[in-house]
Structures are given as C-alpha cells and as structure tokens.
C-alpha cells in the first residue's frame, strides 16, 4: 500500500493513486497538523490547542474528543490494520502523535528537500537529477497550502513558510533550466513568478538573463526596467547592483551572458553570477535553518561553503557581506558544528584584517559579531571583546538588525563571566524591545528565550513562564520547531524542582522525545542522561543504568564510580575531568564536582568546586539554561562548607 498526503493546495489523502476520504473537519485539520510537523511528535495539548479556538479550555474534554478524532482517522489511513496490532501511520508517542510517512509521501516535504538539495551544485552527472526533483516538486504546488483549511494561527503560519519555499524552488529550477539550455520552458516558469513577487530581485534577474539568452534583448531589458519600477512604486526600494549591473551586460553584449557555462548555476557575468548564487545559498541557509530539523545541518553545511567560496575570490567586501548575511539567532553555548564554527571564525578573523582600517562600521561590526556567536562556550578573551566591539559599533549605526546580532553575541559571549544573569535579562528585555519595534521576529524569539533562561536561573519561574509563553507564540506565527521543544524542556525542569522522582523522570523523557525531532547535538547530546542523572541526586537514588556520554561524562563518570564502589577510578577520573566550560551548565557541572568532593572526602577539589560556585549563590545550578538544574547553588555552598572547603 503507497500512501500519501498533499497539503499543496487543499489537503487531500492518496492511497495506490484514489484519494481517500479522511472523515470530517477535524480529522482533516488533524492530519493537516501532524502533516505540518513531518513526523516529528505533537503534544496533546498543543494539537488541542491547534484544533479548537479556545487553548486551554475543557482540557480533559478535548483530549477524549481528539482521542476519538484520532482513532476514526487511523481506521481511514489504515483499513486493513488487524485488531490490537499498533499502528504503522499514525502513531501515540509520549505525550503526544505523530504522523509517520516515508520521505516522499508528502508533497511539501518533497518540495523542500528540492530545494534543500539545489542549494549546493550538484555534480555534473546529478544536475538533471535536481532540475527534475525541482520540476517535479513546482508541479505539485495546486494553489494555497490547506487550502480548505479555516486561517488558524499554525495553518498561516506553515502557508507563509510554504509559499517562501515553493519561491525558492520556482527559481531553483529556472537555474537549472538555465543550466541546461533551456531558455524557454526558464521564461514560461519566471514570468508569473516574478510578477506575483516583485520584491525577488534574483526572480527578475533569472527571467531577464533568460529573454536574454532567447534571443530577446529588447524584452530583457523591459523586464529589468520593470523591475525598478515595481520595487520603487511597490516598497519604496532601489535595484540592488546585481540587476543595476545586469543592465548595463544586457547592453553591451557581455559575452558572460552567454549560456549554458560551467561553474555556477546562476552565470550572469563571471563576477556577478558568483556573487548572485553566493548570495543566494546564505539565502537559502536562513531558511533551511528556521525551518529546523535535519535542515539545521544542510543550512551549516551551505553557509561554510559559502563563506569559503567567497574567500576565495580575493574580495574580502564580497567575504564579509556573505559570512555577515547569515542572520540566524543563536540561543545555546554549545555549538552544533565546532568545525564549521571554527572555519566561520577563521574566515571572518581574517577578513577583518584584510579590511583593515578602511572596513564599514556596518560590516566590521557584523563579522565581530559572527565571531562572538561562533567562538560560545569558550574561555576566548578576544571574542569576549569582539562582542562588545560589536555593540557599541551597532549602536552608533543606529542599525537595529546589526544590534540584535551583536547582542545575540554579547549574550553568548557573558557566559565567560559566572554570575552574568541580570546582564543577560537586561540583553533579553533589550532585544525584545528592538525585534518589536522593528520587526525581527527571530529576534524577538531570542529575546524571550533569554529572558526564561535567565528567570529560571534565578528561579523566577512565573516570569520564566511567561517569557516561555511569548516565544512560543512568536515562533507560531514563524514557523520555529526549535521554540516548543526548548519550551517543552524548561517546563520539564520546572516542575522537576517539586515532582516526586519518577514523574520528574518522565517528563525528562518526554521533552527529549521532542527534541529528537531538531537536529541539533550541540544542545542535545547527553542532555538526558545529564538530567536524570539530576533528578537521582536529588532524590538520593541509585544512578544504576545513567549514561555517561556526550558533553558531560567527565564530571558524570566519577559519580557512576562511586556508585559502583570504585573509589580509585571515581578518584583518577575526577582529577582528569577539566575545567568546565564556560557555557549554560558551567554550575552544573562544579555542583556534580562538589558532589564527587563531597563522597571522596576530596579537600581539594571541594574548595575549587566552592570557589567557582561562590560565584552564583543566589543562581540554581544550571537552570540558567532552561534545561536542566541541581538545585539551589546555595545548598552545595552550604554543604561544601561543612566539608572544611571555606577559604581562610
């Protein structure tokens, strides 16, 4: 049985090629919704929420409702599933469903792997391979995503995310067509498209280079002229100088018009081309980043290579411009990529000494900042100052993007300076201020996340709440995964603080099933463990079965030791552990040293572990990071104390 979903158009069900009723208006918004999630699990209560104009009434009335609404649309997708066997499709996982389909099964899924897969050039042998993935993915856009779907907040949302892929992927395959010769079928495609989006210099760009390699010099130019036209009557807006110099080729005959040439895709001049796709794939990687999951890794990916190709040239304006265009907010200190953070680093290092002097404020303070976001959770006392070089450049252009850059760099960067949490609220609130005067809802985003992270960690869990609250509502209407699993765990937390052990336990596991649907190792490599090795702690039970794996097994291991019975080992790891990082869990991993001190009798290492925690005595371990905690910090001074650590 092949079964498939399209919501490129209204939402319709497929199954061997005849569409299959999905029941009635809720079981349609019910997979609709799953659909949106591509198989990453939804919570109960946010689908109930989704489904229903009123979040958060009748909660227990609306679960028995969406159970029901869930087992007649199970019974649709699969009519030949036995009594008692599980479900293959439709699933219940912890704390919510999920809709598992094969890759290609549904349609906006296969659209966004085209353009995912076009935004690096493929081998010569696999570019038709692309161009017909991305043919194939265009074909399948049949109007208005959920078309037959009432305006809910999320229905809005994945329609603007879906529209800005599907433009992307028009002139995805118009490179391609470009590519291949086929200048024709590259116009048919453009013409609507740019129309429709006048605001798309590169879809203006595409359709004239094409009328211009059909022969039609006169209608290029036409189409370029119009252009300026429609951005200055349209947003008030002057051409960009890739269709300012696209002009004056299609002019004077430029022999780099001439097509198809190997190299880039988008070849308008020599110079011009590679600048236009260099462009386009930061372009690309924005959007693959926001739209999260194993798109996280593919947007890196682009952005190095990018940023490399770039340097490469010899342009270091044309470098930092393209290293600097990748505007994606960063809210955790551990990087997913260390690599590609430190290739970015290097990059962006070296072009502001190529710059010299003579650089803009604009783009020095921009690459200083790409430094501080990338070079996190290090002890660099050069990114430190690359931050705050940053701001105080941004707030003398009066530029608000490049401020909320540079202050996403300076919160990244406070993390070197334990007992930083009131900065970092002041940095939160100030980014929230600026994203909503000027409409950066990414940064918004930030603003709220910082702001829970810093309340929890000062264990102002009210405002913790409602900052979690607001990010979440922001990332609705921008389409954000990432958002409601970082939530998910701060309320794991929260409630961890007072929860008896196994229920605490439970929904550790549950945000982390959540959180399996984000690529992102950076944040979630050993995080679990981590967390109910926590919640053992501070229940005073075994840690038998605890992992020690990822980030955290240095201070993790010598515990699991001690828990076995081998104090030697427990003694040598613990003298091999390092010093922590200067990252969200810094406390954290001093209080599990303190912990280690405090069972091997270790004077030494519980007078370094208090003097680092001295620090932050008013913080709860960790829970600055929104994520995972060991209790008031307070306490572990408190007990260290009794140990003899207290300096003289």
């Given at each position: 049985?092949?079964?498939?979903?399209?919501?490129?158009?209204?939402?319709?069900?497929?199954?061997?090629?005849?569409?299959?009723?999905?029941?009635?208006?809720?079981?349609?918004?019910?997979?609709?919704?799953?659909?949106?999630?591509?198989?990453?699990?939804?919570?109960?209560?946010?689908?109930?929420?989704?489904?229903?104009?009123?979040?958060?009434?009748?909660?227990?009335?609306?679960?028995?409702?969406?159970?029901?609404?869930?087992?007649?649309?199970?019974?649709?997708?699969?009519?030949?599933?036995?009594?008692?066997?599980?479900?293959?499709?439709?699933?219940?996982?912890?704390?919510?469903?999920?809709?598992?389909?094969?890759?290609?099964?549904?349609?906006?899924?296969?659209?966004?792997?085209?353009?995912?897969?076009?935004?690096?050039?493929?081998?010569?042998d696999a570019a038709s391979g692309t161009t017909r993935a991305l043919e194939d993915a265009v074909a399948a856009w049949r109007g208005e995503p959920y078309g037959d779907l009432p305006d809910r907040a999320w229905v809005l949302a994945e329609r603007r995310h879906l529209a800005q892929v599907h433009a992307r992927a028009v002139e995805a395959l118009a490179e391609g067509l470009l590519a291949e010769g086929r200048t024709a079928r590259a116009v048919a495609t453009l013409d609507a498209h740019a129309a429709a989006h006048p605001w798309r210099e590169r879809a203006w760009a595409l359709l004239a280079l094409a009328l211009y390699r059909e022969g039609r010099q006169a209608d290029a130019l036409d189409v370029l002229r119009r252009a300026r036209r429609r951005l200055a009557d349209d947003l008030g807006l002057d051409p960009g100088p890739e269709l300012a110099r696209l002009e004056r080729d299609v002019l004077d005959h430029a022999p780099a018009l001439d097509g198809p040439t190997p190299g880039p895709r988008l070849a308008v001049t020599a110079p011009t081309g590679s600048r236009t796709h260099l462009r386009s794939t930061v372009d690309v990687a924005r959007t693959l980043a926001i739209a999260g999951g194993d798109h996280l890794a593919t947007a890196q990916q682009q952005r190095v290579a990018a940023a490399l190709a770039a340097e490469a040239s010899g342009d270091p304006v044309l470098t930092a411009r393209i290293v600097t265009a990748y505007d994606v907010p960063a809210v955790w200190t551990r990087s997913d990529d260390p690599a590609a953070a430190d290739a970015l680093v290097g990059v962006a290092r070296r072009t502001l000494r190529r710059l010299g002097p003579d650089a803009s404020a604009a783009l020095r303070a921009r690459l200083l900042a790409v430094v501080g976001i990338e070079h996190r959770g290090t002890r660099d006392a050069w990114a430190w100052a690359a931050a705050e070089e940053a701001v105080g450049l941004a707030r003398d252009l009066g530029d608000p993007g490049t401020l909320a850059l540079a202050l996403n760099a300076r919160f990244l960067q406070s993390f070197q300076r334990p007992g930083a949490g009131a900065e970092r609220e002041r940095v939160g609130a100030e980014l929230v201020g600026l994203a909503d005067a000027h409409d950066l809802p990414t940064f918004a985003i930030l603003g709220h996340l910082v702001r829970m992270q810093a309340a929890a960690g000062a264990g102002r869990f009210a405002d913790a709440d409602a900052h979690a609250a607001a990010a979440e509502d922001v990332a609705a209407g921008y389409e954000s995964p990432v958002v409601p699993m970082l939530t998910a765990w701060y309320r794991a937390m929260r409630d961890a603080e007072t929860a008896p052990p196994d229920a605490a336990a439970r929904a550790y596991r549950a945000a982390d099933d959540l959180l399996a649907g984000v690529r992102m190792p950076g944040v979630r490599d050993g995080l679990l463990p981590l967390a109910l090795l926590t919640v053992r702690l501070r229940h005073g039970r075994t840690l038998t079965g605890i992992a020690a794996d990822g980030p955290y097994a240095p201070w993790v291991e010598p515990l699991l030791a001690l828990d076995a019975g081998d104090r030697d080992a427990a003694a040598d790891l613990a003298r091999a552990a390092p010093e922590p990082p200067a990252d969200h869990l810094r406390e954290l991993r001093w209080a599990l040293a303190a912990e280690t001190a405090a069972r091997l009798g270790d004077a030494d290492l519980a007078r370094r572990a208090r003097r680092a925690l001295a620090r932050t005595p008013d913080e709860l371990a960790g829970a600055g990071s929104g994520l995972v905690s060991l209790g008031p910090v307070r306490l572990w001074l408190d007990r260290l104390d009794g140990l003899g650590s207290r300096p003289a």
């Open positions: 049985m092949e079964l498939r979903v399209e919501v490129l158009g209204p939402v319709r069900v497929l199954r061997d090629g005849a569409e299959v009723d999905p029941g009635g208006p809720r079981q349609r918004e019910l997979l609709a919704r799953l659909a949106a999630a591509r198989g990453r699990p939804v919570p109960f209560d946010r689908l109930a929420d989704d489904l229903w104009d009123q979040p958060g009434a009748g909660t227990g009335d609306r679960r028995g409702a969406l159970a029901t609404f869930v087992g007649d649309l199970r019974r649709r997708l699969e009519p030949d599933r036995a009594p008692r066997t599980p479900p293959r499709v439709l699933v219940t996982v912890h704390g919510g469903y999920a809709l598992r389909l094969p890759d290609d099964a549904l349609d906006a899924a296969r659209l966004e792997e085209a353009v995912a897969r076009a935004s690096s050039p493929p081998a010569a």
